[in-house]
């Protein structure tokens, strides 16, 4: 295994577990990620249980990471509603996730503001794990490998200045939007597809870009299936959006991701 690319996996609460309940599903994750050293174990609760979810983790000592899912690419200023990179840092986090295909649908964001945000995470030194993906009709018209590309060309540029004397500071997720929350998950080899182009765009700009960004899978990762998936060579870890709400699965996934 490339000691750059441990197995990450990352639950993903969106709008659930805002309060109590987020501290107890981390309160649960801590627990079982202590049996597992070799994997990295990332949570992103909603911004409202980010810094108490942070001083539960900071109180055990915990190895498992805080991400934020979403960041304004200013680091203050009258932006009603939006939180800053250096506040995520501020509050615990080492991560956020960017362009999420939910944030690209229902709000609006485009390739170059995901960019934007990529930037404004570096700058602030947290870890963007960067979501892309291709829709159902997308897929169905044979243009899945040229979607992904584009949105991945769109940040190419700005992680590959981020990583010029840095150690492997970015993630990726491929997420198909038609495996997300639908219960339907590429197979390991559809997924392999595309992450091994991934892999090869981000060779063509860096070796060294391409030996150390994990690309991580999503889209209905659950206990059954995420073994098949983590086993495919160019998959380092997985994004994980439902099955990330119950200790029990979510649990079991990263176990599956834990190298023998
Ligand atoms: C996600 O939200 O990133 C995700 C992959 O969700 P799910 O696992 O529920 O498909």
Redesign the pocket.
Known sequence: MNPARRPLICG?W?MYKGGLAGIELAQSVIAFAKELPKVDVVVAPPFTAIAAVGSVLEESRSTVGLAGQNLYPKNEGAFTGEISGPFLKEAGCAWV?LG???RRQYFAETDAFVADKVGAALGAGLCPII?VGETLEQRERGETLRVVKTQVEAFLDVIARALDGANAPVAI?Y?PVW?????K?AGPAEAEEVHQAIRTWLKNKSESLAEKTRILY?????ADNAAALLGCPNVDG???????LDAGSFGAIARAAQPS
């Open positions: 993903n969106k996730i999420h295909s939910e979501c997720a997420e495996a997300i929350g639908t219960g998950v999503g889209g209905s990762v659950k997985a994004l994980v959006g439902g099955a990330s």
